[in-house]
Nanobody
Framework: QVQLVESGGGSVQAGGSLRLSCVASGDMYGDKSVAWFRQAPGTEREGVAA????????HSADSVKGRFTISQNYLKNTVYLDMNSLKPEDTAMYYC??????????????????????WGQGTRVTVSS
């Protein structure tokens, strides 16, 4: 089993930046798909960005393209989400998720929560106007 721990959330003003981190531990054998999701109160969980640790182009939602960047430090088993030009509508709980499948490499369904088996507890991001 893989355990995920997110950090880096906080409160910022619109236009500000945050870096979220997702550290994985446990069964780290093999490459994995890792994604960031977010969920605001009363809304469905939304895929934000995904990356396959074995390589390939990352994916991101249209709502964050050009503002958010997903990256990884393979040796540290850590995936980051750099969030710039934050908007109030980015306010949500942000979750890291992973799966041993190729879902993030192949790209077609990377944004679907049911494609990921392991989830972190989340880190809260609040953006004020």
């Amino acid at each position: 089993q893989v355990q995920l721990v997110e950090s880096g959330g906080g409160s910022v003003q619109a236009g500000g930046s945050l870096r979220l981190s997702c550290v994985a531990s446990g069964d780290m054998y093999g490459d994995k798909s890792v994604a960031w999701f977010r969920q605001a109160p009363g809304t469905e969980r939304e895929g934000v960005a995904a990356i396959y640790t074995g390589g390939g182009s990352p994916h991101s939602a249209d709502s964050v393209k050009g503002r958010f960047t997903i990256s990884q430090n393979y040796l540290k088993n850590t995936v980051y989400l750099d969030m710039n030009s934050l908007k109030p509508e980015d306010t949500a709980m942000y979750y890291c998720a992973t799966d041993p499948s190729f879902i993030a490499r192949d790209g077609g369904t990377w944004y679907q929560p049911h494609g990921y088996k392991a989830w972190g507890q989340g880190t809260r991001v609040t953006v004020s106007s």
